[in-house]
Structures are given as structure tokens and as C-alpha cells.
């Protein structure tokens, strides 16, 4: 695989710059203006409280951990802990510094690996589909390759529930040149924008609260997924990558693009899946405390008359 890490003055995907939503709050703007260093310890102050003083869904976190490594001992699920929330401190500074980050910067930060294989693609009038996780700094992920993907960035995403957040977390998402597209709206945007080669990315790993979910073994617990990305790439045939960010040091990451199914291939959606939970479930056994172990990731009961040949793949 060759590295594709453009220095500052490269060429940037056109269509990258301020957001059409317009600028950020005032106090994100002001915020975002402090020294990167100065911001990590800003919102590294506000996570410890949350984590030490509010206890923020400490025991969700904990609970996650301890089932997931069921080998290791208090010390060490207590360390991860403390990894995990030291890291969403740094991931928060980080999103607010996109406000006034320059695109040459964010590219600086973000190595892309295998982007030569999604180019490859593209250049041959075929869109792309980048699945990836909440896992290091997403937020980062999207931007980083929006800037140098050299075609058109469409991100499925859910609305938040307050107006007022989801549209600053908007002019935050966009403002590099991708275009966000809400989950229900996707399907019928695919079809309208079929003819149009673009790179569409997708979050995979949350909690799907609709039926037809699908339930695979994962980090060894019974765990469903959303079978929408494995149904848009078996339905539009566009070669599908994982996008596996892990962090470098501080403030900075490699994003690897590892292929999930060729140009064509159009795996039945449990297959895909089943594919898109090895390579997320592999890199989360590498860097444990860079996935977001507060969510609520096994909430949902498992059916009881699922069987492990039921979530094995097809």
C-alpha cells in the first residue's frame, strides 16, 4: 500500500470552504480560536468532571468494557476508562478547532493510506462507499477525506433532536466541502444522484433502533447492526471501504482504507456486514480506549431464539 499525505500548499478537492449554513456560534468561534494545546485542557478540565464528578455514563462505560474483556482485571478496565475519557477530551477540542482550522492544517493531521485504491475507482466513473465507526476522531475522518477524495462527499447522518445543536454540529460537519444527507433521505437521494460519481460515507456502529436489524457475534456478545450500508452496497454495486482511523500521537491520525467488497460484488447485506464487524471489531482490539464505549451499544435484548449459526455470516 502507498501513502497518500499531501504537505501544505497540495491540491485540496474543489468545493472545500466555508459551510453554505455560514459561521459558527460566537462562542465556538472563540473557543476554536485558542491554541489547539490551550483547548486540550479546556475540555480535558470539562471531561474530568464529567467523568469523575458527574459521572457521565461512567457505569455504561465500565459495564461495556468489563463484558467485553471479560480477562481483564479492575486496574486495567480502570485504566481504559481513563484512556477513553482523556481521548473524547481531546476529540471534543478537536471538533471545536475545525471553526477557524485551516484546510491545510486538518490535511496535515489526517495521513490518508490506500486512498490510491478509492482514486482508482472514482477515476473510473464509479462512486465509492467509506463505512467507519465512531472510533478516534470521526469527526476528523470525514474532513480529512472530503478534502482529497477529488469527488463530490455526501455523509448519511441522524439529526439531532434540539434545532439549535444540530445546526452548529452542521456548520461544523460542512465546513470543508461535505454535503450531509439525514439517514431517511438517503435511499431516495442515492437514486436521484445515481449518475453523479461521488465517495458516500457512512457510520455503522450504532444502535439500530428499527426492525430488520441484524445480529452478529461481536467483541463476543450477541450484537445487532443496521443492515442499511450492506443494502446500499448491494443495491448499487460501488466498491465499499472500511475506514480504519487510529491516532498517530496527540492531534493526529491515519486513516487505512480496507476493502470490504469490490466494484460489483454485491454481497447479501449479512455478508457485508459480517465483513464491516471483523475489520471494526479488529481494530477496536488494537486501540480499545479509542472506540466510544459510552454509547449504549447492547441496550436491545437479543432475541432468545437466535442461535450462533443464526449471526454467523451467509
Not at 82 to 90: S, T
Not at 267 to 279: E, G, I, K, V
Request: proline share 6%.
Amino acid at each position: 500500500m502507498q501513502n497518500d499525505n499531501p504537505g501544505r500548499g497540495a491540491a485540496l478537492a474543489a468545493g472545500a470552504g466555508p459551510a453554505p449554513q455560514g459561521r459558527s456560534a460566537l462562542w465556538i468561534r472563540a473557543l476554536s480560536r485558542l491554541p489547539l494545546g490551550v483547548l486540550y485542557l479546556v475540555t480535558g478540565a470539562v471531561v474530568w468532571l464529567a467523568r469523575h464528578v458527574l459521572r457521565y455514563r461512567v457505569a455504561v462505560a465500565r459495564d461495556n468494557l468489563r463484558r467485553c474483556f471479560p480477562g481483564c482485571s479492575h486496574k486495567q478496565i480502570e485504566s481504559l476508562l481513563d484512556l477513553y475519557y482523556r481521548h473524547l477530551g481531546q476529540v471534543i477540542a478537536e471538533l471545536l478547532k475545525v471553526a477557524t482550522m485551516s484546510a491545510e492544517e486538518l490535511s496535515a493531521r489526517v495521513r490518508l493510506v490506500n486512498l490510491e485504491a478509492v482514486h482508482a475507482e472514482t477515476r473510473a466513473g464509479r462512486s465509492v462507499l467509506l463505512v467507519g465507526a465512531h472510533f478516534c476522531n470521526w469527526e476528523w475522518s470525514l474532513h480529512g477525506v472530503a478534502l482529497r477524495v477529488g469527488v463530490p462527499m455526501e455523509a448519511g447522518y441522524k439529526p439531532l433532536h434540539n434545532a439549535a445543536a444540530d445546526r452548529e454540529l452542521r456548520k461544523l460537519r460542512c465546513r470543508f466541502g461535505a454535503r450531509l444527507i439525514a439517514a431517511k433521505r438517503l435511499p431516495r437521494e442515492i437514486a436521484r444522484r445515481r449518475d453523479t460519481v461521488r465517495a458516500l460515507a457512512l457510520i455503522a456502529d450504532q444502535v439500530p433502533l428499527t426492525q430488520g436489524r441484524l445480529w452478529l457475534k461481536f467483541l463476543g456478545r450477541q450484537t445487532p447492526f443496521y443492515p442499511g450500508p450492506g443494502e446500499i452496497a448491494h443495491s448499487t454495486g460501488y466498491a465499499a471501504f472500511f475506514a480504519a482511523m487510529t491516532r498517530t500521537r496527540r492531534g493526529h491520525y491515519q486513516i487505512e482504507f480496507q476493502p470490504i467488497s469490490a466494484a460489483g460484488e454485491r454481497l447479501d447485506p449479512r455478508s457485508f456486514t459480517h465483513r464491516y464487524a471483523r475489520l471494526l471489531e479488529a481494530l477496536i482490539l488494537a486501540h480499545p480506549s479509542d472506540w466510544t464505549w459510552t454509547h449504549r451499544r447492547w441496550k436491545l435484548p437479543c432475541p432468545e431464539e437466535l442461535t450462533d449459526a443464526q449471526t454467523a455470516p451467509h
